[in-house]
């Protein structure tokens, strides 16, 4: 069988942009997919608007990054440079793409001004590495709303200094790219499409111009995707594909292998001997660097158990030395690295001096010298570059390079991030110095200074004060709890309100622990189904809480609502299951986000998957459906008022069902009616909503790109701050002492800035006049210390002001004898503009050999700051020890 659909063209050059317009205008609709149009994704639409939000906002203030980076995140991606040493191109999965000139020593974000962060493949061009294809979308399939589709292709000639985007942007979720071992401007591109709805955009796609025009030169059907693609070294016009049946499970009969011997021209499938059915699942392709008709090919097979296990989708691996016209199983024992989240990974690679090495990765990383016949663990010690318990080598492993000038050279990515061997796995180091942390949640205790807990994705739970990270020292950051295979998904945690020693902790799906911090011991906690007579399902972050009016009461959201009157020792059923109302739309799998009214015991909030909020306002005597006007998507957060006890603030997430409009409502009577609260919002996707604790009218938001405020509780909304990296957020809170905004991202750590300014905004009757604000003592090291060094880890001081036009300003700070130490011009913008000064007052140098080229930093005293703007503003500070 031969699918060879015909021509397409970018859309951005097309001709057929009138046709549509035509066609549009008339009522009627015509597929273009003959001429490769994809619609424009609404994540690109959505971008544009966040830009001209973050242009506009008056808000001004400066985020400051916290970390962590000890823990490091899932990687999608990477590419070493060969021809550059040195450099490596690093892709999360949703915490954009990363580069390093020194072997991983330091990294920067290079992809921050683009429509999209969720990373699917990258691909250097092997005869200019300084051209780059990026492939966008993640392509890991989990329904936990933060899967983080893609705008489409991208390329940069400058080894992503700058970028221009290539279209294809329907794609969602790519799975491969590659380029032409000789000629950078032909590439292909497996698309996998939109991972929860029917797509007609999936397949193959090829370009003989570097991006400008495409082909989708392999089409299935809507549901079957292209997941890889391998050219044959030796020979590029034979290529190798495999497709997907990834909706709306992730197996199907449609999976398979495909081939083309004309450089993708034309695709035949040749997978005869690949078990057929309805259990085919992802599929991973490695072709021999010496001869192109002997492939590898590894399949999550979901027809099967493995032999000693009840637990669905084998890992096999299967060979062809005839080019694709009949494969072979390899192995007669069983391949036990997947457990049954094969779907995950499915990446097997070959080694380019002996076709007879390969390497196959799962959850473990499965090593075999003859050709697949038998395998062998990959294990070793691990080294970790910042201090990090973990012993073993991290789980779930996405991708693998070995070098192919050195076999014992291998970098091998995975959900703890990146690492590297010069010993064929004997040893590893963990570049573990990225802030992309992947939090789903974080809680604030009430200690001085406060600390933060967040729940990460499969990096545990991990704790830290609020300071400014710093490239070049160890965080400080520490596990509340580590899995033994240095991981684990770390999702809630809650802190005793009475004894804040005592802390619950959970794992997925309602695994809940209470650990009592002076021992380090805890108890399990998760419900006993069997005991309770019930069929108990959860969502894998499964939310709980415990009274703020009796902190015995512990309350935790599956598709019961279970309360426990003793601290989780013993459980009962307080509502009936609320997955279900009779509307089969709304039917779910279970509670998404539970919450309790801080002002009425005994009022709580259940909000499910599919949209469906029950209210009780007796401890869960009654309860009543308050979902009517609601859509039909996940509720993600629920904050009932601390202000009104009528009132309840939602947010919720559609990107499960591929649905990116910004859903936030309140209700003004527990959720009889509802109004929403998207206004001028951008149309992305959001996750939280929450209350600030000094005023009534101020809200926060945390959407798919950044945080935004409302002063007019809801009616208006303003982007919050600078200097926010592009990622989701997952959770706001508001340390009340210190006015300390911390805000968690999945993908991109944790940050915060510090309302104080803001509140003396909202504060006055009018704005025409420049202000400058309250200063904070700083902290400097005793000028006897022979380590000055170390002041470079101080944190830096902020200087707030407010402009009501755009200026350039002066800033001067003056000492006791009123000498100018330090000046700085700055063009502020109208609104709240922040400095952030690094106490440095001048670089010392010198041609001597035992000179260090210290920084001269200021010095303990009392200063004052002087800001000349249209009149001269001063605020005095005092340095200390």
């Not at 799906?509 to 021992?519: P, Q, V």
């Amino acid at each position: 069988m031969s699918i060879n659909p015909p021509i397409a063209s970018n859309p951005k050059r097309s001709p057929y942009n009138w046709i549509k317009l035509l066609i549009l205008l008339s009522g009627n609709f015509l597929s273009l997919e003959g001429f490769g149009q994809q619609p424009q994704s609404p994540l690109v639409k959505s971008f544009q608007e966040h830009l001209k939000l973050k242009e506009e906002s008056i808000f001004g203030l400066n985020w400051i990054p916290l970390g962590p980076v000890s823990n490091s995140a899932l990687v999608e991606s990477f590419q070493v440079d060969l021809q550059h040493p040195g450099t490596i191109y690093l892709g999360f999965g949703s915490g954009s793409l990363w580069k390093t000139t020194n072997n991983g020593l330091s990294w920067k974000p290079i992809f921050d001004n683009e429509a999209s962060y969720g990373i699917g493949d990258i691909a250097l061009a092997p005869s200019n590495t300084n051209i780059i294809y990026l492939g966008t979308g993640e392509t890991l399939k989990k329904p936990r709303n933060f899967t983080m589709p893609g705008t489409g292709m991208y390329r940069s000639d400058d080894g992503g200094e700058t970028w221009r985007h290539l279209g294809l942007d329907d794609s969602w979720h790519i799975g491969k790219v590659v380029v032409h071992p000789t000629n950078p401007d032909i590439v292909y591109v497996s698309v996998l499409g939109h991972l929860w709805t029917t797509n007609p955009h999936r397949g193959v796609y090829r370009s003989l111009n570097g991006g400008k025009d495409w082909e989708h030169v392999l089409y299935v059907n809507e549901r079957t995707g292209a997941n890889d693609i391998v050219i044959a070294p030796t020979d590029p016009n034979t290529i190798y594909a495999s497709v997907w049946e990834s909706y709306p499970t992730v197996n199907g009969k449609s999976s398979g292998i495909f081939k083309s011997v004309d450089a993708g021209k034309t695709w035949k499938r040749q997978d005869s001997g690949i078990p057929e059915g309805d259990g085919r699942g992802r599929i991973g392709l490695a072709v021999s660097y010496q001869n192109p008709d002997k492939v590898y090919a590894l399949m999550d097979h979901r027809n099967k158990s493995t032999s000693d296990s009840d637990e669905i989708g084998a890992a096999e691996v299967y060979l062809t030395l005839d080019g694709a016209k009949s494969w072979k199983r390899t192995h007669t024992e069983e391949l036990m690295i997947n457990s049954v989240i094969g779907w995950y990974f499915a990446d097997i690679v070959v080694d380019a001096h002996n076709d007879d090495e390969i390497y196959a990765l799962g959850v473990r990383l499965a090593h075999s010298r003859d050709g697949g016949k038998s395998f062998d663990l990959v294990a070793g010690d691990v080294y970790h570059l910042f201090p990090n318990p973990a012993d073993p080598l991290h789980l779930d492993q996405c991708e693998l390079w070995i070098n192919p000038t050195n076999s014992n050279h291998l970098t091998l990515a995975n959900d703890g991030g990146l690492y590297v061997s010069y010993d064929k796995g004997q040893s590893w180091m963990h570049f573990n110095n990225i802030p992309t942390g992947e939090f789903y949640d974080i809680t604030l205790d009430k200690g001085t200074p406060y600390k933060i807990y967040g729940g990460t994705q499969d990096n545990a739970t991990i704790v830290g004060h609020s300071t400014e990270w710093n490239p070049k020292r160890y965080d400080g950051w520490k596990y509340l709890w580590i899995d033994p295979w240095s991981g684990g998904d770390g999702c809630i945690t809650v802190i005793d309100p009475v004894d804040s020693t005592t802390i619950y902790y959970s794992a997925q799906e309602g695994a809940i622990r209470r650990m009592d911090l002076k021992s380090g011991n805890s108890t399990p906690l998760r419900p006993d189904a069997g005991k309770l007579g019930l069929e108990l399902n959860y969502h894998f972050i499964s939310p709980y809480f415990l009274s703020e009016f009796n902190h015995q009461e512990l309350y935790l959201g599956g598709n019961y609502i279970l309360k426990s009157e003793n601290r989780g020792e013993i459980w009962k059923a307080i509502s009936p299951d609320l997955s279900k109302n009779g509307n089969p739309s709304k039917t779910s799998l279970a509670i998404g986000a539970l919450a309790e009214s801080p002002l009425k015991k005994g009022l709580i909030y259940a909000g499910t998957d599919k949209g469906l909020l029950w209210t009780t306002s007796d401890d869960g005597t009654t309860w009543i459906d308050r979902s009517m006007g609601l859509p039909d998507a996940y509720v993600r957060s629920i904050t009932p008022s601390k202000y009104n006890p009528e009132r309840v603030y939602l947010a919720m997430s559609g990107i499960n069902y591929d649905d990116f409009n910004t859903y936030l409502f309140k209700s003004e009577d527990q959720g009889k009616t509802w109004e929403s609260l998207t206004s001028n919002l951008p149309g992305e996707v959001a996750y939280v909503i929450k209350e600030d604790p000094v005023f009534e009218n101020i809200l926060y938001a945390g959407l798919y790109r950044a945080v935004y405020i409302s002063t007019d509780r809801g009616k208006s909304w303003s982007q919050l701050g600078q200097g926010f990296p592009p990622a989701a957020v997952s959770d706001i809170e508001v340390e009340p002492r210190t006015s300390d905004l911390i805000v968690s991202t999945h993908g991109r750590g944790i940050y915060k800035v510090n309302l104080k300014p803001l509140y003396e905004i909202v504060s006055k009757n009018s704005l025409d006049q420049e202000m400058l604000f309250e200063l904070s003592n700083v902290t400097v090291l005793p000028a006897n210390r022979f380590d000055k060094l170390h002041n470079i880890d101080l944190e830096k001081m902020t200087i707030s002001f407010w402009l009501p036009k755009a200026r350039t300003i002066v800033l001067r700070i003056v000492n006791e004898k009123n000498e100018m130490i330090w000046s700085k011009e700055i063009m502020g913008r109208m609104g709240l503009n922040q400095y952030r000064w690094d106490l440095i007052l001048k670089e010392n140098t010198s041609p001597l050999p035992y000179f260090l080229n210290q920084k001269e930093f200021l010095s303990k005293g009392k200063y004052t700051l002087q800001f000349v703007g249209e009149t001269t503003i001063e605020r005095g500070f005092e340095a200390k020890d």
